[in-house]
């Protein structure tokens, strides 16, 4: 396994999703922009925000879209929370009347969907905070459902299983990975408890693997559909990983915001974890 830090100085990193073009996009929660990194050592980019840009998302033709949270946790700024979309270097609101947006993600249905923590509260403080929401949203209309109203206080991390019928969300506090059967019921199931763990972002392989940001452990643990730990994946003390992505040219790279870092880490293999 290579560890290599493509891009640093880049402040409190979160959001990594890989563009059409063959480079990655991230945000920055303290510099409130979104900046668009060439993994060949190509110009770094910045697009501004404002407030406190968390999760990203892309679309098939290359547009992007930003959980807004607001301007809280770290963030550069008030700003109005809700989900921001990226036309080139164009940005317009899409969503607005949400707490604190998080993470989002496009769903089987074609929709956007979104986690919101709905305010900043202690960490520090059992039972502190709202209980989360998860909205869905048409993104040629804007037309926003409220799917589950009483998720996990600090909802994080988001993505769909491999059949797409069931949600899967990071419940940060209580060091969980949650799946929903989204279309039948809001109760969900626990998949997997984290150990030292308190997940974040998450991405899900085609294998159908959940690879999940530890932020607390500094590290990136791989779960398999049925909530077994696959492997753990070890980064250096002090990292503080947010989010991760799956990305290069033949898809078979991963890549890690390092948020106390300031950086964006590049992931390679040699076999010694799942295909990604």
Excluded: K
Aim: proline fraction near 7%; hydrophobic fraction near 40%.
């Amino acid at each position: 396994m290579l560890i290599d830090v493509i891009a640093d100085g880049l402040g409190f990193t979160e959001g990594p999703v890989w563009l059409p073009d063959n480079r990655i996009a991230l945000t920055s929660i303290s510099h409130g922009c979104v900046y668009i990194v060439d993994p060949d050592e190509g110009p770094l980019e910045r697009i501004d925000t404002g407030g406190g840009p968390n999760g990203l998302a892309c679309d098939t033709d290359g547009t992007l879209y930003v959980a807004q949270n607001g301007g809280v946790w770290g963030a550069s700024g008030p700003a109005e929370p809700g989900v921001q979309v990226i036309t080139g270097t164009q940005v317009d609101y899409l969503v607005e009347g949400l707490g604190a947006p998080n993470d989002l993600t496009f769903g089987p249905d074609g929709r956007l969907w979104i986690t919101d923590t709905r305010s900043e509260f202690d960490i520090g403080t059992p039972g502190a905070g709202l209980p989360g929401h998860v909205y869905a949203t048409d993104v040629a209309s804007g037309e926003t459902q409220l799917v589950i109203e009483d998720g996990p206080v600090f909802i994080n991390g988001l993505g769909f299983d491999r059949d797409g019928s069931r949600l899967l969300v990071t419940a940060t506090l209580s060091s969980q990975l949650l799946s929903y059967d989204y279309r039948r019921s809001a109760e969900p199931e626990i998949l997997h408890t984290f150990d030292a763990g308190w997940p974040d972002g998450m991405a899900v392989s085609s294998e159908g693997h959940y690879w999940v940001a530890l932020t607390a452990a500094d590290r990136i643990d791989v779960i398999d559909t049925w909530g077994r730990l696959v492997v753990e994946i070890p980064l250096a003390g002090g990292s503080l990983p947010t989010n991760v992505c799956i990305g290069g040219r033949r898809h078979d790279e991963l890549f890690v915001t390092a948020a106390h870092a300031e950086s964006l880490l590049r992931i390679r293999f040699d076999g010694d974890a799942p295909p990604l």
